[in-house]
């Protein structure tokens, strides 16, 4: 059974027409619909890798800028409670240990 069908798919193969077999483009028909739309489906794809891309670098642009943005009001935190830290051990009054 499988080695009939084979047979006969391979007869059906051969005994087609090549003009069949190709589409537009391979034929040689570059400015048929088929495609000036694969032309646009392919530049379609290209469009949505470069959005995703741009979209993940934005992303750690993003991140880098809040890290930054975290690490100076931390340091400005420190600079901040420590300079208190110095009025407060100098101040009149205080007791020191």
């Given at each position: 059974?499988?080695?009939?069908?084979r047979t006969l798919m391979t007869?059906?193969?051969l005994a087609a027409p090549r003009v069949a077999l190709a589409c537009p483009v391979c034929f040689g028909q570059n400015d048929s619909p088929l495609a000036i739309a694969m032309n646009q489906g392919i530049l379609m794809m290209l469009g949505v890798v470069v959005l995703?891309?741009?979209a993940f670098?934005?992303?750690f642009v993003?991140?880098?800028r809040r890290a930054n943005r975290a690490a100076e009001a931390m340091s400005q935190a420190d600079a901040q409670q420590s300079a208190g830290a110095a009025d407060y051990a100098m101040g009149e009054g205080t007791?020191?240990?």
């Open positions: 059974m499988a080695v009939t069908r007869m059906a193969l995703v891309l741009g670098a934005t992303f993003v991140l880098i007791a020191q240990c």
